[in-house]
């Protein structure tokens, strides 16, 4: 029942997508960072994800004409399309392509997903509906897990919940890039309620993100919240907000918690953690694989990287020993050679540097906005730490906040221009433009 229900949900949104495809941008992000499905425990029932992309795509064709130009002009979309060549030749000229088709199928659908977000979302107004519902998407999730370990006295969650994020680490790794967009987008509403809604979903989720145990969780959001400090004209309110948020969980689990964290304070430390060192061998052996296969990888994906392992490790323990390269930049130059992981490279931190620059030059300007570059900046940033220690090529997460970036700084020349109009329109009227308040 709950399975239908959703379904004739996914439906009427796909139908209206087709006729306003921005509508299916946001249900496109709603679904896949909140995963309605996994909650109806209808996961596998229905192709939602596909018939949601299906409906946007084609109501996208009648925009293609007027907004492409912008799309195309935009160097985040031009690193991202530059990172498909060495993507696909990976695929054709992998060992064995057939075990690269799926993964690049699921691939290609995020990355279709995440364009027509700078598609469509060219408007000041469009961005900042859409920054929020991410922000409302990953903090439900947050809110969730979070709540129950605060009901319960503190938990701690050794798996995921579903989809993309099956296990602990990874969720750990979305809620921690979710944070930053909490943080920021109840700014950029005005309505109380969910501004309320988001500060709470912060404070949870945070708390989600230290049920989890995960230690990549952890440096993924203490570098978000370096970034969101780095920002803050109120540095010692901040600190003290922040350690508001996160002293409930913390000393609820304090024990099990920081006996975890500790693994992190050296080498001797982690020398007695078996999966660190279970990850440190995988590494190894992972940099043996790309040195006989240097330029396009063996095959995108991993399963033939897995069918290499017992190649590149001690035949004794091959059978024990883990499949998994739990570092997204060593993977990708596994699977797809050293040009792929150089493309993607440029691209995240291309991106990072892009909203960066785009911050400060909103701050210059005393614009309100400048947070909207600077959540999906922070954002990156918590995924770019994260990702060493995960491998997480094909996590959409990613491929939205980057498409997001490409959408804003489309926005970006727009809305300085009508705030420098807007002053200028001000100052002939013979008030102090400094004192102007623009409407966010």
Same mark, same amino acid.
């Given at each position: 029942m709950r399975a239908f229900l959703l379904l004739a949900i996914i439906v009427l949104l796909a139908i209206v997508a087709v006729i306003r495809p921005k509508i299916g941008v946001y249900s496109v992000v709603w679904f896949s960072l909140m995963r309605p499905?996994?909650?109806?425990?209808?996961?596998?029932?229905?192709?939602?994800?596909?018939?949601?992309?299906?409906?946007?795509?084609?109501?996208?064709?009648?925009?293609?004409?007027?907004?492409?130009?912008?799309?195309?002009?935009?160097?985040?979309?031009?690193?991202?399309?530059?990172?498909?060549?060495?993507?696909?030749?990976?695929?054709?000229?992998a060992l064995h392509p057939s075990?690269?088709?799926?993964?690049?199928?699921?691939?290609?659908?995020?990355?279709?997903?995440?364009?027509?977000?700078?598609?469509?979302?060219?408007?000041?107004?469009?961005?900042?509906?859409?920054?929020?519902?991410?922000?409302?998407?990953?903090?439900?999730? +947050?809110?969730?897990?979070g709540l129950y370990g605060l009901i319960h006295g503190g938990v701690r969650y050794s798996s995921g919940y579903g989809?993309?994020?099956?296990?602990?680490?990874?969720?750990a790794l979305a809620l921690s890039m979710g944070v930053p967009l909490g943080w920021y987008a109840k700014d950029l509403i005005g309505n109380v309620f969910v501004r309320l809604s988001l500060i709470g979903s912060v404070f949870l989720t945070i708390g989600a993100i230290v049920f989890t145990h995960s230690r990549g969780g952890a440096l993924s959001l203490a570098a978000a919240f370096l970034v969101i400090l780095i920002h803050s004209r109120r540095r010692l309110i901040l600190i003290a907000a922040l350690a508001i948020l996160t002293g409930p969980s913390l000393y609820l689990v304090r024990d099990s918690y920081f006996d975890r964290m500790s693994t992190l304070n050296g080498v001797q430390t982690a020398k007695k953690d078996e999966s660190i060192m279970d990850r440190v061998e995988t590494a190894r052996a992972a940099r043996r694989m790309w040195?006989?296969?240097?330029?396009?990888?063996?095959?995108?994906?991993?399963?033939?990287?897995?069918?290499?392992?017992?190649?590149?490790?001690?035949?004794?323990?091959?059978?024990?020993?883990?499949?998994?390269?739990?570092?997204?930049?060593?993977?990708?130059?596994?699977?797809?050679?050293?040009?792929?992981?150089?493309?993607?490279?440029?691209?995240?931190?291309?991106?990072?540097?892009?909203?960066?620059?785009?911050?400060?030059?909103?701050?210059?300007?005393?614009?309100?906005?400048?947070?909207?570059?600077? +959540?999906?900046?922070?954002?990156?940033?918590?995924?770019?730490?994260?990702s060493t220690f995960l491998s997480r090529i094909t996590f959409d997460f990613a491929y939205f906040l980057l498409m997001m970036g490409a959408a804003w700084l489309i926005v970006e020349p727009e809305h300085i221009e009508s705030l420098r109009e807007q002053r200028e329109n001000e100052a002939e009227d013979g008030a102090d433009p400094r004192f102007v308040e623009v409407n966010a």
């Open positions: 499905d996994v909650w109806a425990w209808a996961a596998n029932s229905y192709p939602y994800a596909l018939i949601l992309e299906v409906g946007t795509l084609i109501g996208s064709v009648q925009y293609m004409h007027q907004q492409s130009g912008a799309l195309l002009r935009s160097p985040i979309f031009r690193m991202l399309a530059v990172l498909q060549i060495p993507l696909a030749l990976s695929v054709v000229l075990l690269c088709y799926e993964a690049y199928r699921w691939y290609a659908g995020c990355v279709v997903s995440a364009v027509l977000i700078a598609l469509l979302i060219q408007t000041e107004k469009d961005f900042r509906y859409l920054l929020v519902i991410a922000a409302l998407s990953i903090g439900y999730l +947050g809110a969730r897990f989809g993309s994020l099956g296990d602990n680490n990874t969720m040195a006989d296969y240097p330029l396009i990888g063996v095959g995108f994906g991993n399963l033939n990287q897995r069918a290499l392992w017992y190649r590149y490790v001690d035949t004794k323990v091959a059978g024990n020993f883990p499949l998994v390269i739990h570092n997204t930049y060593l993977q990708m130059l596994v699977d797809s050679g050293t040009f792929a992981l150089l493309a993607y490279l440029i691209l995240l931190f291309g991106t990072i540097i892009l909203l960066e620059r785009s911050t400060l030059r909103l701050r210059r300007l005393e614009s309100p906005l400048q947070l909207c570059p600077l +959540g999906i900046e922070a954002a990156l940033v918590a995924f770019a730490v994260g």
